[in-house]
């Protein structure tokens, strides 16, 4: 074996010609390649973003009998040196992870191509998180689970593969947690021990072995450095966290604005209203049928009138129709994806017979956000909504192109085994820069159902086509989860399911799940009855009411968790095993979640429920609707009336509520409350603000407010810390301490001593009011 270094890239040369590359990103991160005779020597991916920067790292090498030994800041890679194998080692010399046979490279007898497999030891008491787009449960040990998009109405629970192909997985034993992100888009497979108990393998149809190990130890820290390497979205408009209503389809205009002037009247807050394929001429991307809406943009404009933004559904298949404006272009620009022997790719879609748009050609890409961008001036529209790209067919085996499809690849033609799992990444990257136009100002939303690793950058996401069933409520938060430690964060799922109808009790729990979801929205087939929240007696309208209400309370909450998530890639969602890894009862759990640093959640699941099991992540936690203080680390009974949802925060937290707003942008707010939640010794709280749209805050036009409290038995301090020089509405602060466990006899604002007339106190909740300009701190003394 022979080694040659370029920087922290180490290549050691086998005697069988094929060559281990080790490539020291940074600290944290090593690329594992392994280069055999056939591989190729472009090597292209698209899920690594392009603003991830590679510091680096300074990497001792020295060898010993055995092995050579790769020392890093932090990791340290040890190469067998009779086998290639493996090993990954902290600082203190225990292993993260290490190969069981190692690479293993196997000509394909089926396809003529070849498959890469890759087996690792499974460390004892190891559990796996991860892969995205799963039915089952959190936890991964002992499944297998194989990674190609496909659209899959109705998926059940442990159904798989669905929508999104995600290679990348967690593990995490003896505490310690690393990643291990297999960028390769071929059909792959991964297996956690299932079929050899000690084993945890992974392999693809095709490409390289080519993974990127991602140290931890701590599972938050895997995921935010997996999310450093495949991307971020850009912060979205507020209005996109706010509430959306959808169906199949609201249409003609007159629905459209009855549904529109319905959520005013019953004063359900709603930022957006989608339009479902019935829109189109004949389901024709980019026209409307002048029938059922003669002046589009009138539509879009009566909408905007009452406070709502519009959101198109826009599919990538292109009907096959010589007088269609979109088709005729495609063909004189050979924009369409081709079999192998030339013809062109054609299946059935919505229109019938249609022709795809090559999204991984730049050329087509660039035509695509043109067309997108002419659709957004000429309409108003606010939002793309791209589905049916996994791609999805109807009527052809396999239910998506032929193998043989050829594909641009960005300049590395390939075949759809290549290219299908990214196909749908790349349309929702050509429609999101459909907003890259400075006069346009805005900031966009796009919603993708297909996605592979790297996609969370153009879009946020939903869950696909699930069921009104209360299995699929359990879903819902399950999957939220997994996309969440898996880099997507700006998920959720059709409220209430889009097969079938829910009862009035589905509803609401679900809606009360969604509100602490990032995507926000209630879609249904429309088929079996109506969704909107009217539609299932009085108190189901009141209780989803008041749950939409909170959301919109927790707007800057919400805002600033996502301002975490793109500037420090902190997942928005966290399963308890990422909250607290180093407690087993953790590792099983999948009902709870955190939303943020602060908010602990947990659905409701099961009809009838007046109460539940929680479990409690060690620390203080007070219960947000009693204000008691609970003690984690242990499963409690919780009350859950229809009307709560178990919902806990953290002891010393900060949480900015908004006034309630019937869509953002409302009106201007005048006072901004902060709820304080008493206790703990030292907590952090942050709110992040801008203009909330628009661009001024990548100027600098923004604030981050840094909140710390300190309690003790019989004082508290709250500090408050502002950088930047975002001028907001508001002039004051509500403060509300909740949970005071005495009656302070001294109260100092901005370190001055005032009288207990400015304060109002009762049920252990202290009121004051406080000058925005001048706050910065408050101290009370029993
Ligand atoms: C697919 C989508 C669904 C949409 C329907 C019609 O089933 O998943 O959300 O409503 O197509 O466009």
Redesign the pocket.
Same mark, same amino acid.
């Given at each position: 074996m022979s080694i040659a270094q370029e920087e922290s890239r180490f290549s050691l040369i086998t005697s069988e010609g094929c060559t281990l590359e080790l490539t020291f990103l940074t600290e944290n991160i090593v690329q594992v390649r392994y280069l055999v005779e056939e591989s190729e020597s472009n090597h292209f991916s698209y899920a690594i973003d392009s603003r991830f920067t590679a510091s680096g790292d300074v990497v001792q090498t020295t060898e010993n009998q055995i092995s050579y030994l790769f020392q890093g800041t932090q990791i340290c890679v040890e190469v067998n040196k009779e086998n290639c194998g493996i090993r990954i080692l902290n600082l203190n010399e225990e292993v993260y992870c290490e190969d069981e046979r190692g690479f293993h490279w196997e000509e394909h007898e089926t396809f003529g191509g070849h498959i890469v497999k890759m087996g690792k030891v499974v460390q004892e008491g190891e559990h796996y998180y991860g892969m995205g787009d799963k039915t089952m449960h959190l936890n991964l040990r002992g499944r297998r689970v194989t990674n190609w998009a496909m659209?899959v109405?109705g998926f059940k629970k442990e159904e798989d593969p669905i929508y999104k192909a995600i290679p990348f997985y967690l593990g995490v034993h003896h505490g310690r947690a690393y990643g291990i992100f297999f960028d390769n888009t071929f059909r792959s497979h991964f297996d956690f021990g299932s079929e050899r108990r000690s084993v945890t393998s992974f392999w693809a149809e095709g490409g390289e072995m080519n993974y990127y190990f991602v140290a931890g130890p701590e599972m938050v820290d895997v995921v935010r450095r997996y999310t450093s390497l495949t991307g971020v979205p850009e912060l979205p408009p507020m209005w996109a966290l706010g509430y959306q209503q #959808?169906?199949? #389809?609201y249409s003609p205009h007159d629905k459209v604005i009855e549904v529109a002037s319905k959520l005013r009247e019953h004063e359900i807050p709603c930022d957006a209203i989608y339009l479902?394929?019935d829109y189109m001429h004949g389901f024709r991307c980019f026209t409307w049928d002048q029938s059922k809406f003669p002046d589009p943009a009138d539509t879009v404009q009566q909408l905007k009138n009452r406070g709502f933004k519009t959101v198109a559904?826009v599919?990538p298949g292109i009907k096959v129709d010589p007088e269609y404006f979109v088709f005729q272009e495609g063909m004189e620009q050979n924009y369409f994806c081709r079999r192998a022997d030339g013809p062109y790719m054609k299946g059935k879609v919505?229109p019938g017979d249609c022709y795809f748009p090559d999204f991984t050609h730049p050329r087509v890409r660039k035509w695509w956000t043109g067309l997108c961008r002419d659709f957004i001036e000429k309409t108003g529209i606010r939002g793309i909504?791209n589905?049916?790209n996994e791609p999805?067919l109807f009527e052809i085996e396999g239910k998506t192109f032929p193998d043989d499809v050829r594909h641009d690849f960005d300049g590395n033609p390939c075949s759809h085994r290549k290219a299908h799992n990214v196909y749908g990444m790349q349309m929702v990257r050509a429609t999101s820069k459909a907003w890259k136009k400075p006069t346009l100002n805005q900031r966009p939303l796009v919603i993708t159902?297909s996605a592979y690793a790297g996609t969370q950058r153009y879009a946020a996401s939903?869950t696909?086509?699930n069921i009104a069933s209360w299995e699929h409520l359990w879903l819902a938060t399950m999957h939220c989860q997994r996309l969440s430690v898996t880099g997507f964060s700006f998920v959720g799922t059709?409220i209430g399911g889009?097969i079938d109808h829910p009862s009035p009790e589905l509803y609401v729990r679900w809606m009360q799940l969604a509100t602490f979801h990032p995507f926000f929205r209630t879609?249904? #087939?429309?088929d079996h009855g109506e969704q909107e929240p009217w539609s299932f007696g009085e108190e189901a309208l009141r209780v989803s009411r008041d749950f939409i209400e909170l959301r919109y309370r927790l707007l800057p909450y919400m805002y600033s968790v996502f301002y975490q998530y793109v500037t420090r890639f902190t997942p928005m969602i966290r399963p308890l095993s990422m909250v607290d890894q180093h407690d087993p009862d953790t590792l099983y759990r999948v009902d709870e979640f955190m939303l943020g640093d602060h908010l602990l959640l947990c659905p409701v699941l099961e009809p009838n429920a007046r109460s539940r099991y929680v479990y409690i992540p060690r620390g203080k936690w007070l219960n947000y609707w009693t204000n008691e203080t609970v003690e984690g680390g242990k499963e409690i009974l919780v009350e859950a009336p229809l009307e709560q949802i178990p919902l806990f925060v953290r002891q010393g937290a900060v949480i900015p509520f908004f006034p309630v707003m019937q869509f953002v942008g409302e009106k201007s707010i005048d006072q901004l409350t902060l709820l304080v939640f008493f206790g703990g010794e030292k907590t952090v709280s942050e709110l992040y603000e801008d203009s909330g749209d628009g661009y001024e805050y990548q100027k600098g036009v923004y604030n981050l407010k840094t909140f710390k409290t300190f309690s003790t038995e019989d004082t508290f301090k709250l500090q408050l810390k502002t950088s930047g020089h975002y001028e907001p509405t508001y002039s004051t602060y509500q403060i509300l301490v909740k949970g005071l466990p005495f009656i302070p006899s001294k109260i100092w604002l901005n370190e001055m001593l005032i009288s207990a007339d400015e304060v109002f106190i009762e049920n252990q909740s202290l009121t004051i009011l406080a000058e925005r300009n001048t706050f910065n701190s408050l101290r009370l003394e029993k």
């Open positions: 659209d109405y #959808s169906k199949w #389809s479902d394929i559904i599919d919505w909504w589905d049916m999805a159902r939903w696909g086509d059709d889009f879609h249904s #087939s429309g």
